[in-house]
Nanobody, 121 residues
Framework: QVQLVESGGGLVQAGGSLRLSCAASGSISSINTMDWYRQTPGKQRELVATITSGGSTTYADSVKGRFTISRDNAKNTVYLQMNSLKPEDTAVYYC???????????????WGQGTQVTVSS
């Protein structure tokens, strides 16, 4: 059974930093892309950053230059370093991982449980 466990959210003042982690556990054959999304009440989930299996990254315009996505393939973990945080970054952050579970031949998307990030002004 594959699980994604997130950690690292919390309350921070504007201008501060947080680092989110998302670890995939269980029987996994292969991991493709790893993403971070965020969602605020009443709004659709927004793609924040993506990292491919080759290490290429893309970011939403709203976080470019402030957030950095990275991954540790040996640990099946994706990170989101968030610097210069703004009140508008307040949201629940979710990781999403595209992977092949052991015994399967197909990539499947798995979601983390979400972690709250609150930025005070």
């Amino acid at each position: 059974q594959v699980q994604l466990v997130e950690s690292g959210g919390g309350l921070v003042q504007a201008g501060g930093s947080l680092r989110l982690s998302c670890a995939a556990s269980g029987s996994i054959s292969s991991i493709n892309t790893m993403d971070w999304y965020r969602q605020t009440p009443g709004k659709q989930r927004e793609l924040v950053a993506t990292i491919t299996s080759g290490g290429s990254t893309t970011y939403a315009d709203s976080v470019k230059g402030r957030f950095t996505i990275s991954r540790d393939n040996a640990k099946n973990t994706v990170y989101l370093q968030m610097n210069s945080l703004k009140p508008e970054d307040t949201a629940v952050y979710y990781c999403n991982v595209d992977l092949i579970p052991s015994g399967s031949y197909y990539f499947t998307h798995y979601w983390g449980q979400g972690t709250q990030v609150t930025v005070s002004s």
